[in-house]
């Protein structure tokens, strides 16, 4: 295992490509979406997994640990529910096939609970920091320096210390970043939060680098849930609920599923309401004149960019049932039948839809955590 470590370590940007291009082809295999994708799925599945692996030995390589500050936890969180989210579709699909589609149900919210109760665990052991990714990024603590001026964005602390040198990961970003991150740094905003979207491999290893940087200092002392409410107050409150919604919204989204069905409104806005809320209340954590200076909270810019994602996710509702079959499907055919007499162009976009639709009945449900 050690060796495989170490070649991995050695060959990460090797072991991308292999992984991007084992991933793209997964989608060209037969019978992807039909009764019999089991096997397609498993090998799908598999992939994602060893993918999550190679990231996790990645991410935890010694000389990216700075020295003489071991990490809080051995337990590796990250990988855990990165490879749930790989396996959940599997789950689905297997139980669709031995169970039928109503007790399939029984199994996703299982899988869901799961990854609630992960999350949930990652989140306490982080010093409650918010999540990256869902999750699938490992939460390095931020570092501790004395400052009167800046505090760290999602920070508990007690004011003047300074935790994630942003002058630091500013010059670093001019000068130190990779070719990939350096030439995709040139994109607009729109392409660049596109891409966070579809490519989250691609966003692990850039969250991963801003992570690194911000963890160059002595830790200062691990926030408590104790200690968020009685140093933050009403903003304290406000960011946990903000976040524990985010995390509890997938389980409680499926389970609302299973009891009304995917035809009825109910979970769709139930759903949608919790993220509204949800992300509704991180700017005004920082936008409310409620109490004093020492009690409001900022984020760091990976923890903005999160928020950006969140937000992008949104785009997953005109993706799930109800709405996806009322309205979404229809603007689909029309575009099909529009351009189907034109050469090339109707062939492409008619598979370009049969995989929307396929990736509709299985991906949507279940992202946008």
């Known amino acids: 295992m050690e060796a495989y470590k170490l070649w991995v370590r050695r060959n990460k940007e090797y072991v991308h490509s292999l992984e991007s ?3 793209g082809l997964t989608w060209l295999l037969p019978e992807r979406f039909s009764s019999s994708e089991i096997g397609p799925e498993a090998v799908t599945a598999i992939l994602g997994v ?4 190679n990231e996790h030995i990645i991410d935890t390589t010694p000389s990216q640990i700075h020295a003489g500050h071991p990490e809080r936890s051995t337990f590796p969180y990250s990988l855990c529910i990165s490879a749930l989210k790989d396996l959940e579709t599997l789950v689905e699909v297997a139980a669709q096939h031995y169970y039928g589609d109503t007790k399939k149900w029984n199994f996703i919210a299982a899988t869901e609970a799961i990854k609630f109760v992960v999350r949930l665990a990652m989140f306490r052991n982080s010093g ?3 999540l990256q990714q869902g999750g699938e990024i490992p939460t390095i603590e931020k570092t501790s320096a004395v400052s009167s001026s800046q505090s760290r964005p999602g920070d508990f602390r007690k004011p003047g210390f300074y935790n994630g040198p942003g002058s630091l990961r500013n010059n670093f970003g001019q000068n130190g970043w990779n070719l990939e991150g350096r030439a995709l740094s040139a994109l607009s905003r729109f392409g660049e939060n596109a891409r966070m979207v579809s490519d ?3 966003l692990r290893r850039v969250q991963q680098q801003n992570a690194i940087m911000e963890s160059i200092a002595p830790k200062a002392e691990q926030s408590t849930l104790s200690s968020i409410l009685s140093e933050k107050g009403v903003h304290g409150s406000l960011y946990l609920m903000g976040e524990i919604l985010f995390v509890a919204r997938p389980l409680i989204y499926v389970l609302f599923i299973r009891k009304y069905g995917t035809r009825s409104w109910t979970p769709w806005f139930l759903s949608l309401a919790m993220d509204l809320v949800g992300i ?3 700017p005004q954590v ?3 004149g409620w ?3 020492d009690h409001k909270l900022q984020y760091t810019a990976s923890e903005k960019d999160e928020l950006k994602r969140r937000k992008l996710l949104w785009a997953l509702y005109l993706m799930r049932d109800p709405f996806f079959s009322k309205y979404t499907r ?3 055919d029309k575009a099909e039948k529009l351009l189907e007499p034109v050469p090339l162009f109707g062939a492409i976009t008619a598979k370009v839809i049969e995989l929307i639709v396929g990736a509709q009945t299985r991906y949507t449900y279940m992202s946008g955590s």
Do not use: H, K, Q
Request: aromatic share 12%.
């Open 21 to 23: 291009l084992a991933n």
């Open 128 to 130: 409650y920091r918010m």
């Open 50 to 53: 060893i993918t999550a692996i």
């Open 286 to 288: 920082i936008l409310s």
């Open 330 to 332: 229809e603007r689909l």
């Open 200 to 202: 989250p491999a691609w």
């Open 291 to 293: 109490g004093s200076e």
């Open 280 to 282: 509704g209340i991180f």
